[in-house]
């Protein structure tokens, strides 16, 4: 099975920094240029598309909310890929599940939309307090 690993959640205050990283175990499937995104969910609430990567390009792409705040950034390597989300300035509103997504089927018409990928991490927490 095909897995995304996803690191560096953890807890800060409010105006405080995290950097999430998220590798692939299979480069036999994540092969040539592929979108790569991060995603966010809370309790209650659908699961929100924050940044994706044209991984092999540099394209990138941000939500409203976390624009100018977060950055998203690729590092390839002969075995496999590393996307990484660092986090700045963050807000209670922040919080949630960090998942990590890839497509590797087709390239998503909408990239921040999360029925457009098929592979998925198991999540890593974000809290923020005020």
């Known amino acids: 099975q095909v897995r995304l690993r996803e690191s560096g959640g953890g807890s800060v205050q409010a105006g405080g920094s995290l950097r999430l990283s998220c590798q692939h175990d299979?480069?036999?499937?994540?092969?040539?240029?592929?979108?790569m995104a991060w995603f966010r969910q809370t309790p209650g609430k659908e699961r929100e598309g924050v940044a994706t990567?044209?991984?092999?390009?540099?394209?990138?792409?941000?939500a409203d909310s976390v624009k100018g705040r977060f950055t998203i950034s690729q590092e390839r390597a002969t075995t496999e890929d590393t996307i990484y989300l660092q986090m700045e300035d963050l807000i209670p509103e922040d919080a949630g599940t960090y998942y990590c997504?890839?497509?590797?089927?087709?390239?998503?018409?909408?990239?921040?939309?999360?029925?457009?990928?098929?592979?998925w991490g198991q999540g890593t927490q974000v809290a923020v307090s005020s």
């Open positions: 990567i044209y991984v092999g390009q540099q394209d990138v792409q941000y």
């Open positions: 997504a890839a497509a590797t089927l087709t390239g998503p018409v909408n990239p921040l939309a999360p029925d457009e990928y098929n592979v």
């Open positions: 299979e480069r036999g499937i994540f092969s040539g240029n592929y979108y």
